[in-house]
C-alpha cells in the first residue's frame, strides 16, 4: 500500500499530495482528546494555565487561549508547533515543558502552517486546531 501510495504521488508538493492521498485529517476533537490527556494537568481543562501541576512549577504554564491575542490577532501556527514539538533552538534553555516530538514522528500529515504546507504529527495537527479553537478576543 504505502509502496503503490509512493508510486502514485512521490515526488509531488504536499499541496498535491493531500488530494491524491487518502489523508484523513484529524479535527479538533481528536486535538481536545490529546489536549486532555496530555497538557491539561498544567495549562488547565480550558488552557488557561491553571491545570493542577502549576502552581508547583518555577515557570507558570502559559494562557493558551491567549495565544493569538498576544501575537497581534494571529494564532502563532509555527510557533506553537515547534514549541510543543520541542524546538532545537530551546535547546540550551532550562526548559519546564515536556517536549512532544519524540513520541510523534511517525505519522504525518501535511498541515498549512503560516501559509506553507508543513508535515506535521498527525496529534500536532489535532492539538493546532483544537488550540486555534479555544482563542479569545481573536
Ligand atoms: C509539565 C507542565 C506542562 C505540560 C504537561 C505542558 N506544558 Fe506547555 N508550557 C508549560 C510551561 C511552564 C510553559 C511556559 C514556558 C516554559 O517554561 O516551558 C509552557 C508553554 C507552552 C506554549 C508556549 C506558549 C507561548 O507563549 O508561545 C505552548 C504553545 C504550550 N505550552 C502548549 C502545550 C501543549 C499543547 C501541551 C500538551 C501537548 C503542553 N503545553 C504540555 C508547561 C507544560
Same mark, same amino acid.
Given at each position: 500500500m504505502r509502496g503503490i501510495f509512493l508510486t502514485v504521488c512521490? #515526488?509531488? %508538493?504536499l499541496a498535491v499530495l493531500a488530494a491524491c492521498a487518502e489523508v484523513s485529517m484529524p479535527d479538533r476533537t481528536d486535538g481536545a482528546a490529546f489536549f486532555a490527556t496530555n $497538557?491539561? %494537568? $498544567?495549562?488547565g481543562a480550558n488552557g488557561? #494555565?491553571? #491545570?493542577?501541576?502549576a502552581t508547583g512549577l518555577p515557570v507558570p504554564p502559559a494562557d493558551l487561549t491567549r495565544l493569538t491575542r498576544d501575537n497581534g490577532g494571529t494564532f502563532p501556527a509555527a510557533r506553537a508547533l515547534s514549541y510543543i514539538y520541542g524546538d532545537p533552538r530551546n535547546a540550551h534553555n532550562v526548559r519546564v515543558m515536556p517536549e512532544f516530538g519524540g513520541a510523534m514522528e511517525e505519522d504525518l500529515v501535511p498541515v498549512e502552517i503560516d501559509g506553507i504546507m508543513t508535515p506535521t504529527p498527525r496529534v500536532l495537527a489535532g492539538l493546532l486546531d483544537y488550540l486555534k479553537s479555544i482563542q479569545v478576543g481573536s
Open positions: 512521490g #515526488g509531488v %508538493s $497538557c491539561a %494537568s $498544567c495549562h488557561q #494555565g491553571n #491545570g493542577k501541576l
